[in-house]
């Protein structure tokens, strides 16, 4: 017997204390999860330590004083109308005035030139609005090739506010945006409020319910299918019960943590569940087959089973460590929380199945019989020529090796968007239109000059969207001389907020910003980005910053450091498990097995996603590899203790797949079940997330049912050749 | 972009100081309209909110309140009291921060009736004007023209 045995066996004979312990110790970690946060903070998407993150940092942190931008597009069906016009004209008027906004950009404040040879100084848009008058206003401004952005066309218009930062970052974009909508709408146009704060707005509000609803739901369906799978309610209860107070706890240690709930790190609560009922599985189907009086066949499933447990708790929280090689505060999280909530739900795990194993625990019984014959069946197969599934299998990994090295890095953050949600449309609608919700700042370097600034202007707008590039040299050509910087009182016509980011008061650095969609939006907007990019730069900017840039090159970086912690999850989990057997020849085998089926789902999005590979995909496949190594574990220990000193290897692994085989095969099922909810959620990053570990694990099931067999039984003079 | 906000505050502020119409001016007022800088510029959309005060005990009408033209916002601050020969005298600022100015007004009625001297800044433009003030129930109606030419210079209808 174990010490893990006596331990839990002593518990087992206090049972309902036990059970009280658990329940205080339940409660003490929720005690503060009324101060549970949900984040949606865009710069911890895509922030890390890199040179460009520091950039925006130290950019954001000078102009503080301006918060998130709201974009509002005003559309007409089929155009808009001049009641609709004038409903718009008056919201940007009422923008100004309200309390909490900074600055607003909209058509209505563009202007005829002063020295204009019949409207100087007249604006665009005029107060008495004729649609012919409009129509030969805004083409003879457009006449002028000013490239000032002018946000309005025939079906749709764009107005942008800038916020105060209490006003546009945590806590709400102002409902007084909406309120000042209703006469637009009441008009007949439709109207979207989007931009960088409501999409974080929106994703917060939608991530709250999203937790309830996955946890809920998977409980409900992890417990169903644990009947179905165990036959009886109570063996039922023996495995979901226990892993709920792991579940629970890890919600209320995100709080004490000070870990805010994400879109990443809210399936962790549940993942923490379905890997405690696959454990909690396999200790009740070796509970229900042990014969012998209760206390004995607890003590004995629990020296069983119980190392084999704490082991894959072991794997799992190294999987989730592994991700924290990533300096990115979301993964970080991510990975932090996954870590404490594996070892903490094991912790839970065994004391509470001891205990409810002595209050509920039913007759020996044979459980998962038919699901061990097909185990049996598959692994015998194949330890009969293990050779040449070795070989395939060495064949498939190298393949599935070259598939995932092939993908490319992705990861919109639209994505991030509830799918009930109509923004990324309207984002898209406005990146069609008028070039992105998104600002780029073009950067020149110390010194540079007038000259250097209009080349780096002139080469973007060869590139950029038509419209969607505001400088110094637009507001030079609109004053009719682009030859040198425009006067104060030119500059004065544009907000305050604008002007200091265009010509830095302090250090007189000069940029220049370009407006987009977020760069993996799809192929197209990334391939308009790096041109931007790549044409600023080649004509002597210094750098190009702003949430388009740390999109496109903080997402490449965060799925290439998640991808190196999924090889460090691989390497580490196989090498603890190794040297917990005090085998290092373990090692080769519980790499191969686990590294193809996560190798294999990691090309998959060749196939599914035009090889894009994105963070959700790589955290599933570092986390699977935690849990399918779990199942190597227990055929692994399994094949050891019924091989002993001399013994058959083929009756050996017989019997391992037997035991073991059944119940991993159940709890493949099981788990695949629980973690289809996340196939409901309404965030696709966790719906990839969940296709990803199901997939994964279905491929973990074949490996250990197939290829592990062949590896066990290489060397064994019975195998045939 | 540039705005009227000399001209159109200052005969905002003066359009206020009506005599026995002051206590009703009190509240939150709202009003849309057109104003322009000077008699040759363009109309320009306007909003203004104002929130005045009545100060029983001084008999005087504490004028604050913010207005918006298409890309630019300007505060409004100014204060009227009545004096005993029934007439009205105040200050109002410059929504530029350039200072005070005082201004003189007297009423007829539901209307107030007045007229101020100024400069532009800015321009050196003459923005004289004659302002009149008419309450009608929960409306109050601002126009102003220009002294010399007899422009519109700003048309605003409030209402609370």
Known sequence: MTAL?????????HPILTLAAVTA??????VRVGTLAFDSDINRVFLSDSPLSQAQRDFEARFAGAGAEAAILIEGDPRLTIPQIEAARGLALDLELDPGVVAVASPFALRFPPGHPTRPDAPVIPPDLDQGELSRRLAEFEALETGLPVTFTDRALLIVATLEPEAGGRGAIPDILEARAAPIRAAGASVAITGPG???????????????????????????????????????????????????????????????????????????????????MHLSVHLARTEGVLSRRITDTLSAVG???????????IAFLAVLVTPNAQVRDFGILGAVGAVVGMALLLPTFAALAALLAPGPRPVGTRAGRVALACGMAAAARPRAWVAAGLLALAGAGAGF???????????????TSALAAANDRIADGFGGVYRAWVEMPPGADWGALRDAVTAVEAVATEHSVLSEVALARWHGDPGIAPPPDTLARLPATVTERLRDPDDGTLRFAVAMPEPMRSEATLARYDAIEAAALGAGAARVIGLPAVMRHGSVELVRQLSFGLLLASAGGALVVAAARYNLRLLPTLLIVNLLPVLLVGSLPHLLQGGHLTPPVTLALTVAFGIAIDDTIHIVIRFHRALGPGGDRRNALSEA??????????????????????????????????LALIASLWAALLTDIVLLPALLMIGDRHARP | MRV????????????????????????????SGVARRAPSSPDEAVRCRLQNTWEADNARLRVRGRCAVPGRSFDIDGALARRPDDRLRGFWSDPEGRGQTSVVGRSEGDRVAFAFSATDPDTG?????????????????FLSRHRAEGTVMADIRFTR
């Open chain 1, 5 to 13: 045995g006596r331990l839990t066996g002593r518990l087992a004979g």
């Open chain 1, 657 to 690: 797949l037997s035991g073991a085989g059944g119940v991993i095969v159940l709890t493949t099922l099981l788990l695949t079940g629980a973690m289809a909810v996340t196939l409901f959620s309404v965030f696709a990053p966790v719906a990839h997330f969940g």
């Open chain 1, 198 to 280: 409501v999409v974080e707005d929106t994703i917060r509000t939608a991530l709250a319910r999203d937790l309830m609803r996955l946890d809920l739901a998977g409980t409900g369906l992890a417990a169903i299918l644990a009947w179905l799978s165990l036959g009886t309610v109570r063996l039922a209860a023996l495995a979901i019960l226990p892993a709920l107070p792991g579940m629970v706890a890890t919600i209320g240690i995100a709080a004490w943590l000070g870990l805010p709930i994400t879109v990443l790190n809210n399936v962790i609560p549940m993942l923490v569940l379905v890997i405690g009922v696959a454990n909690g």
């Open chain 1, 25 to 30: 110790l339940v409660a003490l970690s929720l």
């Open chain 1, 405 to 419: 090295w092939a993908t490319t890095p992705w990861f919109p953050y639209s994505s991030h968007l509830p799918e």
């Open chain 2, 4 to 31: 009227p906000s000399l001209a159109f505050a200052l005969s905002l502020l003066a359009a206020a100081a009506a005599a026995d119409p002051l206590p009703d001016m009190a509240g939150d007022w709202s009003g």
């Open chain 2, 125 to 141: 433009i003459d923005v004289s004007q004659t302002v009149t003030w008419t309450l009608s129930g929960d409306t109050l109606r």
């Open chain 1, 307 to 317: 190392p084999a447990s704490v082991l894959t708790a072991a794997t799992t929280g």
